[in-house]
């Protein structure tokens, strides 16, 4: 972003980090390759004893992937998450982590039985104390060490096959940026400078849209954990024919500094964050118009393609940002949609592997997110109708998504998200919608009302004052003596003049 608060700082580091569960980097896991923590609520691996799930076997698909790359056994997110361990935590019902110790998305409560839909909002539809509340949410995750996971610091080869871990602490915000590093990142083929950069195993595929969408739900996790906010969404940023970054200011994301517009405003509390840097990108490049019309994404799926997996496939490239706009094929000589923003934002999120750092990445994927929702409501596909074969390495149906654990399939997330529990409020009907955008300015009438309040008494009380004195004032005139009468008596009106007699 524009003034950009945080600095790349992952090519100053050896490209080898990911998150792990602080309880599954042991020797004792490591050696064992078994990933299967005790739940804190009965002693037991996995919550066994509670029936929350059990320690299982990793299934692996063993549908072929894609020709794009041509190497087997060399990179850590083969196959994942088969290289670090092969068995995990399979968790029960409502349960989910890596130790079935927390509860499915969209359930909450001791036992993940309550059913609750959450909302994300525009981030101008929040309210002041939620504005707030995000940026200190934020502010906190990058300042907290996690308590649950930390990064690999080597390679699994590095590490002598598990018996020289090599694991470091990070806050829970750099936790979610590392992954998305992580998945990014070119191939290490071995040897330096021995990498394969034509590999992602999130972007560019058909595992984009839900890869992010899993992402940002457990962020969202995450935070409620860390702050004990069970309400807390993540905001979107509609940037829609945006001409500027509208989020840039002082109080939301942060202005340009006054003294150098390289830097973000010290006013914001993200001018203090601290990163590694090596190679900065500080300024913004305007990218002409940000988005290509958002309803060509909508039509040209159904209008150029018969067969469903072919309209899925050129959605997500069209979404990505690399895609026609007529065709939705990966041939635009000019980036849109998803990719375009980053561009235009330029600084950290104009690079794919180190966009996270920046917090706009959260209010942006969160819109993006939301147009994968509404491509997912018009077309009503069935997990069985994602692509099962011969996508890129990572991005088949099957393939557990690089480097979650707990595992997540991609098919699995080619659902809407009323059924993983939360929903878009410009998605609402028209007068929720209505409501919605009301928000913060009755929000700001409750703040000033008291003050309203005592206008109004102080105001009746003015006026009643004035009307008692007016009341007093004409009883005393209405008291005083007449030195000269109304009207004449006809004595008196008989010596005056009138029009008869002057005549």
């Known amino acids: 972003m524009?003034?950009?608060?945080?600095?790349?700082?992952?090519?100053?580091?050896?490209?080898?980090?990911?998150?792990?569960?602080?309880?599954?980097?042991?020797?004792?896991?490591?050696?064992?390759?078994?990933?299967?923590?005790?739940?804190?609520?009965d002693g037991s691996a996995c919550g066994a004893r509670s029936g929350r799930g059990s320690c299982e076997d990793v299934e692996l698909s063993e549908r072929p992937d894609g020709p794009q790359y041509p190497f087997s056994g060399l990179d850590d997110r083969e196959k994942w998450p088969?290289?670090?361990?092969?068995?995990?935590?399979?968790?029960?019902?409502?349960?989910?982590?890596?130790n079935c110790g927390?509860?499915?998305?969209?359930?909450?409560?001791?036992?993940?039985?309550?059913?609750?839909?959450?909302?994300?909002?525009?981030?101008?539809?929040?309210?002041?104390?939620?504005?707030?509340?995000?940026?200190?949410?934020?502010?906190?995750?990058?300042?907290?060490v996690s308590r649950d996971y930390v990064v690999a610091t080597g390679t699994y080869r590095e590490m002598e096959n598990g018996s020289n871990p090599m694991f470091a602490d990070v806050s829970v915000y750099d936790v979610f940026v590392w992954m998305h590093y992580y998945v990014s990142r070119s191939a290490l083929l071995g040897g330096p400078g021995n990498v394969w950069g034509d590999v992602d195993f999130a972007h560019w595929a058909p595992a984009f849209p839900p890869w992010h969408r899993v992402y940002l739900l457990h962020w969202e996790h995450e935070i409620r954990k860390l702050?004990?906010?069970?309400?807390?969404?993540?905001?979107?940023?509609?940037?829609?024919?945006?001409?500027?970054?509208?989020?840039?200011t002082d109080e939301l994301m942060g202005s340009r500094s006054p003294q150098d517009p390289n830097l973000v405003s010290p006013s914001s509390v993200f001018s203090s964050w601290r990163v590694k840097t090596k190679h900065a990108f500080l300024y913004l490049i305007p990218y002409l118009k940000i988005i290509s019309p958002i309803v060509d994404f909508f039509s040209l799926i159904m209008r150029q393609h018969k067969s469903f997996l072919r309209r899925f496939c050129s959605a997500c490239t069209f979404l990505a940002g690399f895609g026609d706009p007529q065709t939705g094929l990966g041939s635009s000589s000019?980036?849109?949609?998803?990719a375009a923003l980053h561009v235009f934002m330029n600084g950290s999120m104009s690079s794919v592997q180190g966009s996270a750092n920046d917090p706009i990445f959260l209010l942006h994927h969160a819109f993006v997110d939301s147009l994968y929702e509404q491509w997912l409501r018009r077309h009503t596909p069935s997990p069985s109708q994602y692509p099962e074969s011969d996508a890129p390495i990572g991005h088949n149906g099957d393939y557990h998504m690089a480097p979650f654990i707990p595992l997540h399939r991609n098919k699995e997330y080619f659902i809407s998200s009323k059924d993983l529990g939360y929903e878009y409020s410009y998605l609402l009907d028209a007068n929720q919608r209505l409501a919605e955008s009301m928000r913060p300015y009755l929000d700001e009438l409750q703040d000033v009302w008291p003050w309203l309040l005592l206008a109004g008494l102080c105001g009746g009380l003015v006026t009643v004052t004035v009307a008692a004195l007016f009341r007093l004032a004409k009883r005393r005139y209405d008291a005083w003596p007449q030195k000269q009468p109304l009207m004449w008596s006809n004595e008196a009106e008989a010596s005056h003049h009138n029009y008869q007699t002057a005549m």
């Open 227 to 248: 702050t004990g906010d069970m309400d807390f969404s993540i905001p979107y940023w509609d940037w829609r024919d945006a001409q500027d970054c509208d989020v840039c």
């Open 334 to 338: 000019r980036l849109g949609m998803h």
């Open 102 to 144: 927390d509860c499915k998305f969209g359930y909450f409560g001791d036992n993940c039985d309550e059913r609750r839909e959450s909302l994300r909002r525009n981030i101008f539809h929040l309210t002041r104390a939620e504005r707030n509340r995000l940026i200190s949410y934020l502010n906190l995750a990058k300042q907290t």
């Open 2 to 41: 524009w003034g950009i608060k945080l600095i790349i700082f992952i090519m100053s580091l050896a490209p080898t980090y990911q998150q792990f569960p602080r309880l599954c980097v042991t020797l004792d896991a490591l050696r064992t390759k078994e990933c299967c923590p005790a739940w804190e609520g």
């Open 82 to 98: 088969l290289v670090f361990y092969n068995r995990t935590c399979q968790c029960a019902g409502n349960f989910m982590g890596f």
